[in-house]
């Protein structure tokens, strides 16, 4: 499997576990919402006793200017891998009420100011033409299927889990779903042609049954046939690290049992590639809808 997407040259983890849970930046209790943008730039310095990284960061249209700035990580343990001169991307969550501090999270080395550590985990951040491995995994009926079997087809894939207390997490991102699967319902060629794709990272909760219920709340129907266009499926674990590494999704325990993690939303072509990677919670249906015809269409 290709891990490497060709403009990345290094990554290294960025998911926390439980040890990092009291700090300031990680009161993501189950009240709290925090919406996400892609952050890029270059590290100027990095402060250990604060955990923070002062970066020149690239503009987030329609968020803020290109500046520099100091960040908080959201595990400062993995300061001493970052470097002055480091180009790096990563996930800025900021906090929508308030009263839990902003932070970034994911981060992934894109170049190396100085090449002095390897990386613990290597992710891939799809491009489109990336071909998408066969992922195996196990449907809201409890049948196996596989990406392979969509092909030929225009799939949207993303990532939740049905416990999720954040409305502008999965929930919203699950009704985005719904309301890209009921516009293309409305032109019967086009839902021919596209199939929609919830993958839960949490196997442990995610029964077929579980995932079932998930999917009919939004789809507002449990028969078999409301499924037959979109299926809410569970991958088993080591499977799941895979297509983590490979979609670029992080997730690690949170606090009251809840699992943090971020977003990953992926339009594959028939042929198999992807055609789009949508990273956090700021796209619309509408747009991915306008993306999904275009590719559609483009396939012939
Ligand atoms: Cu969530």
Redesign the pocket.
């Known amino acids: 499997m290709r891990i490497l997407a060709a403009s990345v040259v290094l990554a290294l983890a960025a998911l926390t576990g439980c040890h990092s849970g009291s700090k300031a930046g990680q009161q993501a209790s189950a009240n709290s919402q925090f919406k996400i943008y892609k952050l890029r730039g270059k590290v100027i310095s990095t402060n250990p006793a604060t955990g923070e990284v002062t970066m020149s960061n690239e503009a987030i249209p329609g968020f803020m200017e290109a500046m520099i700035m100091p960040y908080k990580l959201k595990d400062p343990s993995i300061i001493g891998d970052l470097h002055p001169g480091d180009v790096l991307t990563a996930d800025l969550f900021v906090s929508q009420n308030g009263d839990a501090g902003d932070y970034i999270d994911h981060i992934v080395v894109i170049a190396q100011g100085k090449p002095d550590y390897r990386p613990t985990v290597v992710y891939h951040v799809p491009e489109p033409g990336d071909a998408v491995p066969d992922f195996k995994l196990r449907n809201q009926d409890g049948r196996a299927i596989h990406l392979d079997q969509f092909r030929g087809k225009t799939l949207l894939l993303t990532f939740?889990?049905t416990?999720?207390?954040?409305p502008s997490?999965?929930?919203l991102?699950t009704h985005n779903f719904a309301v890209i699967n009921s516009q293309l319902a409305a032109d019967p060629a086009l839902y021919a042609r596209t199939h929609l794709l919830c993958v839960s990272f949490d196997p442990v909760h995610d029964t077929p049954a579980r995932l079932r219920a998930y999917g009919a709340q939004y789809m507002g129907s449990d028969a078999r046939s409301a499924f037959a266009h979109w299926d809410f499926a569970v991958p088993t674990k080591p499977e799941l690290e895979e297509m983590a590494k490979y979609f670029d999704v992080g997730f690690s325990p949170g606090p009251n049992d809840?699992?943090t993690?971020t977003?990953s939303t992926t339009l594959i072509g028939p042929r198999g590639k992807v055609a789009q990677y949508y990273p956090g919670n700021d796209w619309t249906p509408q747009q991915v809808l306008a993306d999904v015809k275009h590719v559609a269409a483009s396939a012939g």
């Open positions: 939740i889990y416990r999720c207390p954040l997490f999965c929930p991102i809840t699992i993690h977003l």
